[in-house]
């Protein structure tokens, strides 16, 4: 079984990928299925968070490209900034994982924070969206250039 046991600043030969949801980006250790159906194993330093543009390496010349999975999203927006910022500090105190963008918030769906949210006075969908939340203030990673517009800035950090 393939072992990728650290992360590449270059995708130039990755011709596999690895799709996965935000939580099991987290995780460090773990056996995967790589998308083409072959198995590989994670042995990532502890606190390694993938996130979606990744390149994974190991021992072999062999590279996967880490894609970011659609999961159940919850977005509130508004085009009140005050009120997003209230939102983002309460999901905040609630140690929610948020991605941040322009007139809205997204975290993993729950009824519950929905409400919250709406109590607020946003506007709460639900959507099948690849999830890259903020990384966090004590973050001590990189921040990669080029990402995305709407995403999280890219960093890896100790969870």
Do not use: K
């Not at 500090?89 to 809205?104: A, D, E, F, K, T």
């Amino acid at each position: 079984m393939e072992t990728f046991d650290r992360l590449l600043a270059d995708a130039g030969g990755a011709s596999r990928t690895l799709t996965l949801p935000f939580e099991r980006r987290r995780r460090s250790r773990q056996r995967v299925v790589l998308d083409d159906g072959s198995e590989a194993q994670l042995l990532l330093p502890r606190g390694t968070v993938l996130r979606d543009g990744d390149v994974l390496g190991g021992a072999g010349i062999r590279r996967a490209l880490v894609r970011a999975a659609a999961e159940e999203i919850s977005v509130a927006a508004s085009a009140d900034t005050a009120l997003l910022l209230r939102a983002a500090y309460h999901l905040g105190n609630r140690h929610v994982p948020v991605q941040i963008g322009s007139g809205w918030l997204r975290y993993g769906h729950d009824h519950v924070l929905d409400e919250l949210c709406r109590g607020l006075g946003l506007a709460v969908s639900v959507a099948r969206l690849p999830f890259e939340p903020e990384a966090g203030a004590y973050a001590g990673g990189h921040a990669h250039s080029g990402a995305h517009p709407g995403a999280a800035a890219h960093y890896h950090h100790a969870h």
